[in-house]
Each structure stands twice: as structure tokens, then as C-alpha cells.
């Protein structure tokens, strides 16, 4: 043992003599190892029993160190699964405090959108019952403008028809007796004045046939009044077209004599005006007695895109978008409506969003009956302003309502009905040279028919993108161009210089549909009849005599084969006439 070691009750003296007696043999106590409780903890541990031999203190020191570390290692396993534990107990602490915010939250929103379906409840209640008590009004409303465009257009179209057609009757009979003149003693210059002489009487006769005598039923009332006074408010009225085309034939030196060069329905506005002003105000004073977020499209579509954006489920639960047509169809009588419950990026459309349909439904069930009827009953044909209006209406429609649609397909049909019937009523003399000579007012009266024709073919040609190409052909290349304007042409194609003018309108009147630059392909066949009469008269102009003006007009009669894809007699009359322009 080392010096300063002292062991507890023996003396200094004797430790020599104990060494001694320790290295000559060491004896452990027989008492059970249990009697230890370190290293029986220990031996008991490492599976020692309490029967084996006694142990050495450097054994029983590293059992001892094997204890203490199998301890601290039991030690730190239990804090290891302490702190897994504690862990654990703070995540679902923490669980437990998120899911409690979320109830509390879920809570908070359960109450707001109680209290908001509370107060959208009431509100669909009230605009219910208000556009219930409107909408009978907005309809009448809308009535009576139908009426207001329908009654003028109509009364105007139909008085120019019996003024036409009056007209017409004169000159019928006069053009019979000239032409009985012309059959007996030729075209000279003498049967020429006889003729016009026999069409003067004949039309003085006509008329005063038409003089209806005054007839007075039992109550002493004229019963031939009211067509006296019919007939002699066509002749006014037929007086001052003439003398307004005459001004405006005067102003532009271009115009054949006696064509009209405004393409506009003259009648009486102001009374028309004053009635739309009055339907006018009363249909601003229909939602004047409601609060704004009733009578304002704006607020009443805030409130249930709201509605949709924050509570979608219920929205689609209560089948809103079978339901939003009806309660926006009297505000879309009064404003325009494009953009209802879909978002700012028109990219991020849901398809199956039921409501990307609520414009094109609301466009096939509202604007398309209000366009149709328009078409029908209120737009002037030989308008070219009005017509422009009615095509871009109509293409405005197409962007939002399918081809297929069934009312889509009856807006066509009352279109080609309505430019098929005008065809088929209009009349384009095709009196000859002669005759228009002979019979007073009748070069007037045929000039005007065929500035009609033309001005009806040009207005039947902007609807080139809507009709189809069959029936756009059909209308007005074969029944308009080849069945009127045509024969009129051909009947005076002996007067060269007007020949060419009156068809240079025909042309330009197609331009863009079936000549002219933009137009690509193989030239309708339908147009053949056009290219042989060109033909016809260039071969019109080759006959002698010859004159300084003939090669201006070759210049254009070149340049309208040129148009029709005509190259071939094209280059025929570049050649004919020396002209050096490249076609």
C-alpha cells in the first residue's frame, strides 16, 4: 500500500506484518455477495450468482466502473426518451393550439357568413319582388321604342313604294306609246319627237285617270278623300327627292343625271325624336324611386359576384347561374354587360364555370329577339349607315352566341328573307336609248332605279362575313346583278360614256367580296355574265367613229377586267388602244 494510505483502526506498527499476511493468502468473507450491495448490484447485474468466488478489488472496481456506466447509459436513454416524450407533449400542445385558433376562426367566418346569407337572403328577397314589379314596365318600354323604329321606317318605305310605283304607271304608259311610235317609222330624229309627242298625251291621260271624282257616301263624307289627298302627298314628296337629288347632282359633277347620292331614309324625325325622348325619360325614372344597390346594374352584380367568390359552395348550392339570366335581363335593357363573376385574368377562366355562359345566354335571350326585330321591321335596306350599324350589331352577337344557336339561325333567315324580298320588288327599267329620250322623266326615273340597285348590292355585300358565301353569291350575283342590274346595262350600252360610268359603280360596288386587290382565288363563276358584257363593250368602243376620249375610257374598262382577273382582254385592249400601262 502507498504511505499515505491509513487504514481506519489499525496502527502504523502493524501494517508490515498485515501486508505480509495479505500476500500470503488473501481470505474474502464467506457472507453472501448480497451483503455488498455495490457490487452485488453489480455481479447481480452482470448475472453473477451470490455463490461465486470471492472477487479481487481490481475486479470488484471494474464491476463497479461496468455499473456505473450501464447506469449513466440507462440514464441517458431515459432522458433521451424524456426529451422525445417532452417533444412529442409540445407538438400536440401545439396541435392542440393551432386547431383551437381554427375552430375559433372557423367560428368567426361561421358567424360572418351567417350573418352575410342573413342579409343576401333579405336582398333577394327585395330585388325579387322589385324587378317583379319593373320588369312589366321595362317591357312596355321596350315596346313602344320597337314601335317608335318600326313605325317611321315602315311608313317611309312604304310611301316610296306607292310613289315609285305611281310613278312607274305614268311612265309605263308613256313608254308604250313611244315604243308603238318607234315600231311603225324607226328611231329617226323626227319618229323621236312624234314619239315623244304620243308619250306626253299618254301620260297626261294617266293622270288625270288617276284624278278620282268626288263620290259622298250617305253621311255627306267624300269617300275618295283620303286618296286624294295619299296621292297627292307622294307627288310632293316625289317632288322633293327630285329636286334633292337634282342639288346634289349639281354639287357633284360625277353623278348620272337623275341618280340619287345619298343612301339615307328621308322622313319626318322630329316627331320621332320627340317620342324617343319622352320613352327616354320615362325609362330613367323607372328605378329613380330605388335605392342605388337595387336600381344600379353595377351594385346588384357586386352583390352576387361577392357572394360567388366568397361562399362558392352555396352559390353553386342554390343553382345561381340558372337563376342570374332572369334577374339581370331588365338591367341589360338598360346598360352593357360583359364581365359578371369572371376574373381579372380572362386566363384563368374556369371552364366549368357555369356562369362564363351568363353573357352569351343573356345575349341569345335579350339582344338577339331586340336585333331581330330590327332587322325585320326597322332597318332601311338602302342605308349604308344603317346597314354598317346592322352588321356590326350582328357580328358584335356572333362573338358571344354560337352558329348553332336556334335563334342565331332565325336572325340569318329573317336577314335573307328581308334582302331577298327587296331584290325580288325591285324593278330596274331596261328601257332603251330611245325611249329614255322620248318620255319625259324617264332617263330621271330609270337612273334612279339602277342608283338603287347598285346602293342595295353594296349594302348586300358587307354581310359577306355572316351569309355564307352560296347564299351572298345567290343574292347578289345572280338574282341583284345578273337578274337587274344587267339588263338595264345592256339596254343602253349604246351610249358608251354612260355605259362605263354606270358600271364602274357596279364594280366598285363588289370590290372587296369578289374584286379588287384583297380578293385571292379563282373569280366566282357568277361573274362571268359581268365579264361578258365588259367584253361587249370593249368591243363597243373599237367601232368607229374614233375621238379623243376613247382611250380614257379603254384606260377604264382596262382596269375593270383588270379587277375581274380579266388579264387576257386586258392586254387585248392595252393593245387596241396603245396603252402603255402596266396591268
Same mark, same amino acid.
Given at each position: 500500500m502507498d504511505e499515505g494510505v491509513v487504514v481506519r483502526g489499525v496502527s502504523s506498527s502493524s501494517v508490515p506484518t498485515m501486508v505480509q499476511n495479505v500476500q500470503q493468502k488473501v481470505v474474502y468473507p464467506t457472507a453472501p455477495v448480497s451483503s455488498y450491495s455495490s457490487v452485488s448490484g453489480v455481479g447481480g447485474s452482470l448475472g453473477w450468482s451470490s455463490g461465486s468466488d470471492t472477487l479481487s478489488i481490481s475486479q470488484q472496481a471494474e464491476l463497479s466502473k461496468k455499473a456505473l456506466h450501464e447506469s449513466v447509459r440507462r440514464l441517458k436513454e431515459t432522458h433521451s426518451r424524456t426529451l422525445t416524450s417532452l417533444t412529442k407533449t409540445d407538438e400536440t400542445f401545439a396541435e392542440s393550439l393551432r386547431k383551437v385558433t381554427f375552430l375559433e376562426n372557423d367560428l368567426s367566418a361561421a358567424g360572418e357568413k351567417f350573418i352575410f346569407m342573413q342579409k343576401l337572403r333579405d336582398y333577394v328577397s327585395v330585388i325579387c319582388d322589385f324587378l317583379q314589379d319593373k320588369a312589366p314596365f321595362i317591357e312596355e318600354l321596350e315596346y313602344q321604342m320597337q314601335k317608335l323604329h318600326k313605325e317611321p321606317s315602315r311608313q317611309w318605305l312604304m310611301e316610296l313604294e306607292a310613289d315609285s310605283n305611281d310613278e312607274l304607271m305614268e311612265l309605263e304608259a308613256s313608254v308604250k306609246a313611244a315604243m308603238a311610235v318607234f315600231n311603225k317609222g324607226g328611231t329617226n330624229t323626227a319618229m323621236v319627237e312624234a314619239a315623244g309627242t304620243a308619250s306626253q298625251a299618254a301620260l297626261t291621260a294617266s293622270r288625270e285617270a288617276k284624278n278620282l271624282p268626288v263620290k259622298l257616301d250617305e253621311f255627306g263624307r267624300d269617300v275618295n278623300l283620303q286618296n286624294r289627298m295619299d296621292m297627292k302627298r307622294r307627288a310632293e314628296a316625289r317632288q322633293r327627292i327630285k329636286a334633292r337629288s337634282e342639288s346634289k347632282r349639281m354639287e357633284t359633277d360625277s353623278l348620272i343625271e337623275g341618280e340619287s347620292s345619298t343612301d339615307e331614309s328621308d322622313g319626318d324625325s322630329s316627331a320621332y325624336e320627340s317620342n324617343r325622348d319622352q320613352v327616354l325619360q320615362i325609362a330613367g325614372q323607372i328605378f329613380s324611386d330605388a335605392d342605388e344597390e337595387f336600381s344600379q346594374l353595377s351594385s346588384v352584380k357586386e352583390k352576387f359576384e361577392i357572394w360567388k367568390k366568397e361562399y362558392s359552395s352555396s352559390y353553386q348550392d342554390a343553382y345561381m347561374s340558372l337563376s342570374i339570366p332572369a334577374i339581370f335581363s331588365p338591367y341589360v335593357r338598360h346598360e352593357l354587360l360583359y364581365d359578371y363573376g369572371l376574373p381579372d385574368d380572362k386566363s384563368k377562366v374556369n371552364p366549368d364555370d357555369a356562369d362564363v355562359n351568363l353573357v352569351p345566354d343573356l345575349v341569345e335571350k335579350v339582344a338577339v329577339p331586340i336585333l331581330q326585330h330590327e332587322l325585320a321591321h326597322c332597318w332601311d335596306m338602302l342605308s349604308t349607315k344603317e346597314t354598317k350599324y346592322a352588321v356590326s350589331a350582328t357580328n358584335l352577337v356572333f362573338t358571344y352566341v354560337p352558329l348553332s344557336s336556334n335563334a342565331v339561325s332565325e336572325l340569318v333567315s329573317v336577314l335573307h328573307d328581308r334582302l331577298s324580298e327587296a331584290i325580288s320588288h325591285l324593278m330596274v327599267p331596261t328601257w332603251n336609248t330611245y325611249v329614255l329620250k322620248a318620255v319625259p322623266n324617264a332617263a330621271? #326615273?330609270?337612273?334612279?332605279? #339602277?342608283?338603287?340597285?347598285?346602293?342595295? *348590292?353594296?349594302?348586300?355585300? %358587307?354581310?359577306?362575313?355572316? *351569309?355564307?358565301?352560296?347564299? %351572298?353569291?345567290? %343574292?347578289?350575283?345572280?338574282?341583284? %346583278?345578273s337578274g337587274k342590274i344587267l339588263p338595264h346595262l345592256r339596254s343602253n350600252q349604246s351610249n358608251i360614256d354612260d355605259a362605263i360610268t354606270r358600271t364602274e359603280r357596279v364594280v366598285a360596288s363588289i370590290s372587296g367580296v369578289w374584286t379588287g386587290p384583297k380578293v385571292t382565288g379563282d373569280r366566282s363563276p357568277r361573274l362571268q355574265p359581268m365579264v361578258d358584257y365588259l367584253i361587249a363593250l370593249g368591243r363597243i368602243l373599237e367601232k368607229p367613229p374614233s375621238y379623243s376620249g376613247k382611250s380614257g375610257l379603254a384606260r377604264r374598262l382596262k382596269k375593270m377586267l383588270v379587277e375581274l382577273d380579266e388579264y387576257d382582254h386586258s392586254r387585248q385592249i392595252s393593245r387596241t388602244f396603245n396603252l402603255k400601262e402596266a396591268l
Open positions: 330621271r #326615273f330609270a337612273a334612279y332605279r #339602277f342608283s338603287t340597285s347598285v346602293r342595295l *348590292l353594296r349594302n348586300i355585300c %358587307l354581310w359577306n362575313n355572316i *351569309l355564307s358565301i352560296s347564299a %351572298l353569291e345567290k %343574292l347578289a350575283l345572280d338574282e341583284l %346583278l
